[in-house]
């Protein structure tokens, strides 16, 4: 269907000229000659945008404005007049008008407005669509659950998405960091451009500075053509940079001066390049440890970091996990089974009952192991060995919680450190093996560190 547009104006020679112009782009035209004939229109049409200027007889144009928000709150509406008033600029504004363009406007800046209006005002309705279809199905842009934490991480990206800053991720390895950063990509004006996603700490360090900007050919050995980096390649889109807590100094200088500059240079050229990327980054590293120890830049940090957003480990989500479980029993189900594996009792309250050091990545391996050994039923039997011991060996049935109440979260990080403790002296300081010693990654185990400035070193 064609976008519908309402142009009100009590001057017949503007109704015309606004009509034929936005015609000729393909938009299907209106005209009311004031505001009392729009309301009339609006009554039995919905209208995507409405241009409406400020001074008219009777009804003003900041008068309608007020009753079209009303009335029609998901109606774009660009206010237009001849004079130049500041006062009634921030009325317009503040009344929820998309913008507000001064007569006379040239063709091409009126061409853009509308354009952009109706862009925002498009994924301002996705948004909402979105957002209620995660409230029915408990799950939003591939992100699965209903606990409150998602729920507030699902607001938060709608929130962001919108916008141009560069966004932080945090978060245990797992724990989805990548495809928050795809949703906010999918939920944003840039949907349409591409998503390029980078580990850097998978790219070799002589090699990261032509991966993100390209090269000229015979720049260095081996560069037998002329290759566009990732910054090209996400050119109008997304650059999410995983790990960027193992980016080298040198590179993190680089990178700031394109944050700063928005343009960079191929290694071995001369041309400057524009880049027109919005910059997601993400680590489960203490970047701010990093800063403070100096094998991070605080310039770079502050950059990056215009919007934080935290990925909820899965033990602080556990009423998620069988929403999980069931996702996981469709990715993996056999072409030809007639239904989705079940799930005995024992081996739901074994899973509910793990604290998932490595997260979801780590679920997701249960449940694919355990639908290898049986493909219709997920028992205690077919889950790892580690589950069986995952038990806190000190804790019981019985707690206690003083008449004044208690503040949980201290307790827990203090039993939390107690046991990281325990750990190295067991090992002798040794973390690869402090961590396995309490079922959990060497880098999951340093990260747990680092929340409590244990962290001092590799090994």
Do not use: W
Not at 65 to 85: D, G, Y
Not at 314 to 341: H, M, N, W
Not at 360 to 365: F, P, Q, S
């Amino acid at each position: 269907m064609k976008i519908k547009i309402l142009v009100v104006d009590d001057e017949l020679s503007m109704r015309e000229f606004l009509s034929i112009l936005l015609e000729r782009e393909g938009y299907d035209v209106s005209v009311a000659g004031s505001a009392e004939d729009a309301l009339h229109l609006m009554e039995s049409a919905l209208f995507d945008l409405v241009l409406s200027d400020v001074n008219m007889p009777g009804l003003s144009g900041i008068d309608l404005l007020a009753r079209i928000k009303e009335k029609s709150p998901e109606t774009a509406v660009l206010m237009l007049t001849a004079f130049s008033a500041a006062e009634q600029a921030v009325e317009a504004m503040k009344l929820g008008a998309y913008d507000y363009v001064c007569k006379p406007f040239k063709n091409e800046e009126i061409k853009q407005l509308v354009k952009n209006a109706l862009e925002k005002q498009g994924l301002r309705r996705e948004n909402i669509l979105l957002k209620k279809d995660a409230g029915e199905r408990d799950s939003f842009c591939g992100i699965i659950g209903k606990s409150r934490k998602i729920r507030e991480l699902f607001d938060m990206i709608q929130k962001v998405a919108p916008s141009q800053s560069s966004v932080l991720i945090l978060g245990e390895s797992g724990t989805g960091k990548e495809l928050a950063a795809r949703s906010m990509h999918t939920c944003s004006p840039r949907k349409s451009k591409p998503f390029v996603a980078v580990n850097c700490g998978a790219i070799p360090e002589n090699l990261i500075e032509s991966e993100l900007f390209g090269h000229k050919k015979g720049s260095f050995t081996g560069a037998v053509n002329d290759r566009p980096g990732l910054f090209e390649q996400a050119e109008g889109g997304t650059l999410f940079l995983d790990e960027i807590g193992e980016l080298p100094l040198l590179m993190q200088t680089k990178l700031l001066r394109v944050l700063q500059e928005r343009e960079f240079k191929r290694v071995g050229d001369v041309q400057t390049r524009k880049a027109d990327v919005r910059i997601i980054s993400a680590s489960n590293r203490n970047l701010e440890g990093q800063v403070k120890e100096g094998s991070f830049r605080e310039d770079l940090y502050y950059r990056l970091n215009v919007v934080q957003l935290v990925m909820p480990p899965l033990r602080e989500r556990i009423e998620d996990i069988p929403l999980l479980i069931e996702y996981f029993c469709r990715k993996f189900q056999t072409v030809g089974q007639p239904a989705s594996a079940t799930i005995t009792p024992g081996a739901l309250k074994m899973l509910m009952n793990h604290p998932f050091p490595g997260n979801i990545r780590e679920l997701e391996n249960c449940i694919e192991r355990s639908l290898i050994i049986d493909q219709t039923v997920i028992s205690e039997s077919g889950l790892p060995k580690q589950l069986l011991v995952s038990k806190l060996p000190c804790l019981t049935d019985e707690c206690d919680i003083p008449e004044g109440g208690m503040q949980l979260e201290p307790l827990l990080d203090e039993l939390e450190k107690k046991y990281l403790l325990k750990a190295l002296e067991k090992t002798s300081g040794a973390k690869k093996k402090a961590g396995e010693l309490l079922g959990m990654s060497f880098r999951s185990f340093r990260y747990r560190l680092a929340k409590f400035g244990l962290d001092c070193g590799e090994e």
